[in-house]
């Protein structure tokens, strides 16, 4: 199995909290990918990064940020939880071009 | 953006049956195209990858083919299992390395 891992994985938060997501990879890959995922929508993604401190927004990226400092790490932020932000946020990583994709197990993320 | 659309949405059948489940794309610049599957509370696990030059990848009894002029992939599984039910996704990521998913096919086997 791919070396990634999410974490937290399960977290209930406050509406107005801030909210940090992480997470963490041992294959050295380049791409690191945030989704979300809710019923009926499948999963969409957030932002991705294909380096260190280079990211770009991906279809649902407002209310979130996300940062890259290290190769093997690429946090997710939600600067003010809201209520439409519940949802399983999975990360993903890929080395490039024609190699496959890995997910993590999913953080469970419930604002209330 | 990358459309991927996948059908049906969902398929019941019982144990035993060879099945065929469909992706199509609207942007014919890929790498490659993944299938994943997803089971009830987990994480995706990638099933195949076929490269942008092939036509077909095999895994045991899982068959991935890709016409990429077409927009198209399907995944067929022989001899379907209990065990096979689940959520199937395919991905095309772009030339920019983006990945966009459909929602998805549940499948259930029935024993």
């Known amino acids: 199995d791919a070396g990634i891992t999410q974490s937290p994985r399960h977290k209930v938060t406050e509406t107005g909290t801030p909210v940090t997501l992480r997470c963490h990879q041992t294959e050295n890959h380049r791409y690191m990918y945030w989704y979300r995922q809710d019923p009926g929508h499948g999963l969409r993604l957030i932002h991705y990064s294909y380096g260190v401190k280079d990211t770009d927004k991906g279809e649902v990226s407002d209310g979130y940020s996300v940062s890259r400092s290290k190769t093997e790490d690429f946090l997710l932020t939600l600067e003010s939880a809201t209520s439409s932000q519940t949802s399983v946020y999975f990360c993903?990583?890929?080395?490039?071009?024609?190699?496959?994709?890995?997910f993590g197990q999913g953080t469970r993320l419930t604002v209330v | 953006k990358q459309e991927v659309t996948q059908i049906p949405a969902a398929l019941s059948v019982p144990e035993g049956e060879n099945l065929v489940l469909n992706c199509s794309f609207t942007d014919s610049a890929i790498y490659n195209l993944q299938w994943f599957r997803q089971d009830p509370g987990k994480g995706l696990t990638s099933l195949l990858l076929?490269?942008?030059?092939?036509r077909e990848q095999t895994s045991g009894r899982l068959n991935a083919s890709l016409d990429k002029s077409s927009g198209r992939s399907t995944l067929y599984i022989a001899a379907s299992q209990p065990g096979d039910s689940a959520t199937y996704l395919c991905a095309a990521p772009n030339t920019g390395n983006q990945f966009y998913f459909g929602t998805g096919t549940s499948l259930t086997v029935i024993p």
């Open positions: 076929i490269q942008s030059s092939q």
């Open positions: 993903a990583i890929l080395g490039g071009g024609n190699t496959e994709a890995f």
